[in-house]
């Protein structure tokens, strides 16, 4: 009995251990994230520990100037479209995967998902030789063809593992109801992928944003706003970049949340679903 | 407006079945996944307003030939007719066909309304039409009060009777069941077995019902289709199937039963220690005896055709109304017995059973 007690509480050396060392890593993870939010509202520019002088002043220049709102307008017409392209690109992909048999799919699978592992230089480098050749002038054009072609891999595998936990049934039911393939497919299949759909947008959107390496070699005249960030930053840190980098995390975090929530009402319906059942089958059904 | 379902049909359906006109006809049908076999030369015509229940163990082919009526499976030969028109060139969607899947595939983003209504609002049809059909629909299946309900929320059993309630609106010719009861519990499936051959009673459509389970599709079929290793063993009523088994796979199939090795000569069937005349062919025979049809046998002489033997009881088991008796003859011949229950039975015993109760059976043959 004592045994048990003692090993059931935190109180035993390994226990403390482990916490001690989750403790460390959750401030590896985050405590440069902490700073960085904290500087953006010091008076005294980044250096300096203690932080002084609270203030809003870097907020107020970055409303002010022009350049970075111009980036951050860029950063998310290419997100938009590249979120657009991928997704227009990779649920047909997704799609063959799941359900079309035919030569050389093994390989068509490694070879959608490569992008994934594939280093953005390599990405970057290789379509901006590609649209030399073709002749292409560098704009935020090629950008948004640079991100939505490495991240086709993305749409691809969340739809796909959406595709996997598919009732197959569902869509039996429907041609046997009378609605022929196209309509099973926007009736019944897209409604059920609609989670991994949004999951697969929300992920290119935010991957788009920071990208920077196949962005680099892509750029044209137009900034995007880790391009310009990474420029501005070559002159000189200042609590500015600390300004926007808050705003893009907070824009993240709400981002998450909003995910997270929309996947708990899908997923939990199902589970509460799922008790109601064994409760109430003895009971509702001697009508 | 009219009734969404057409009225009750005659009830007599079961023993005239076989005089309607065939619904559905299904001619040398063989599937094949890669080299192996899952049905080979199934023919089957299936009449108006019949309840067919094609019975046999899992991997017998059962729904597999399910599969290929609706439509999701391409049989690798054969043809489907129903009447004038040949079925098996149509997609699922255009076969007046409506199945009740296992899983039940209820839409889970749609609410039970919304399931039930599916198969009317893709074919387009007025949305009061649709309000009207789907209301009587779920009052059929007693399910109006859960009509805006998502799937998830409601029971097994109510979400069985939704996918019942959401195939019959489209009013099929023929209606498909792959093995809906067999999630639901004992006592639950019982009732949805007298439930559900009522309501087939009612609407008057014809019934393909798959089950494994014997006692069920003896229940409440007109006729059993029992299939064996991708073969139809026999097709034939109830009563029929369980008094005149064709072959001694059907015999121990359906019921419990004697299955007795011998050999006919000269009129007289010789099966261990036992002898009696019986107007069969010569040369080696199969007999099942069913275990209700062999008794106790009384002091004094037996009447004729009566085959008397001694035995030794080995097992006794208690089913309730009745007891399995096990018993032991000369020449090791082992004897199942039905009795009813009630008193000790002595460890010699003495039993008979009318000659013509032995009834032959082919020997089935192997298949793999």
Redesign the interface.
Known sequence: MELLVNSSTSNTPCSRWLLVHALAVFSFLYLPIAVLILYSFNGQGVGGFPPHHLTFDWYRILFADGPIWDSVLNSVQVAFAAMAISLMLGIPAALALDRAQFPGKALFRRLVLLPLILPGIITGLSLLMLFNVMGTKLSLMTIMLGHGTALISVATTEVFAGLQKL?R??E?????????YW?TFW??TV??L?LPIIGAALLIFTLSMDEIAVSFFLIGRDNTLPLEIWGRLRRGITPEINAVSTIIFVFSLVTIVIWYRLRVRAEG??D???E??ED???S??S? | MASPIPPTIAVSASAQSAAKPALLSIQHVAKSFGRNAVLRNVSLEIAEGEFLTILGESGSGKTTLLRIVAGFETATSGELWMGPERLDHQPPYRRRVNTVFQSYALFPHLTVEENVGYGLRVAKRPAAEIAQRVAEALDKVKMTAHAKAKPSKISGGQQQRVALARALVNRPRLLLLDEPLSALDANLRRQMQVELKSLQREVGIAFVFVTHDQEEAMVMSDRIALLRSGELEQVATPREIYSRPATAYVAQFIGHTNLLKGEVQGGIVRCAALAWPAPLPEGPVLLSLRPEHVRLAGPGASGTGVVRIRGRVMHQAFHGATELIRVECADRLLLVVRTASGGVVQSEVELEFSAADAVQVRESPERI
């Open positions: 009732d049934a569902q039996e039911a429907s041609l046997d109801l009378g609605a022929n309509q009736r019944i409604p059920n609609k319906g199902v509460i679903g799922g109601l059942v109430s089958s003895t509702t059904l009508s």
